[in-house]
């Protein structure tokens, strides 16, 4: 079945950056959307960035410039890099796929069928 496991995430000063992994097993990832959310206590998970079958990809306005999604196939691989990170940017964050072939890149939680556990990212001031 499928399955996503995130890793990666820890604490950091701000202005630091972290590189979040998610490894996907029980399909091939590219053959699908797939995402990255976060979710802040008290907050909605949010869509961060997400990646297509083609590599396209598409960013929340509050990470562009800051965040780049990419993927390794031949690992079956999700990646986040974050940079210039800010107090903001604390959350749990989340790795998910679509699952489905939309023709578009969707960032809404609705659109994504599995989920992994979750990474805790922490930003001091």
């Known amino acids: 079945q499928v399955q996503l496991v995130e890793s990666g995430g820890g604490s950091v000063q701000a202005g630091g950056s972290l590189r979040l992994s998610c490894a996907a097993s029980?399909?091939?990832?590219?053959?699908?959307?797939m995402g990255w959310f976060r979710q802040a206590p008290g907050k909605e998970r949010e869509g961060v960035a997400a990646?297509?079958?083609?590599?396209?990809?598409k960013y929340a306005d509050s990470v562009k410039g800051r965040v780049t999604i990419s993927q390794d196939n031949a690992k079956n691989t999700l990646y986040l890099q974050m940079n210039s990170l800010k107090p903001e940017d604390t959350a749990m964050y989340y790795c998910?796929?679509?699952?489905?072939?939309?023709?578009?890149?969707?960032?809404?939680?609705?659109?994504?069928?599995?989920w992994g556990q979750g990474t805790q990212v922490t930003v001091s001031a």
């Open positions: 998910a796929t679509t699952a489905s072939d939309y023709g578009w890149i969707p960032l809404h939680k609705t659109w994504y069928k599995y």
């Open positions: 990646i297509d079958s083609s590599g396209t990809t």
């Open positions: 029980g399909y091939t990832a590219s053959r699908y959307c």
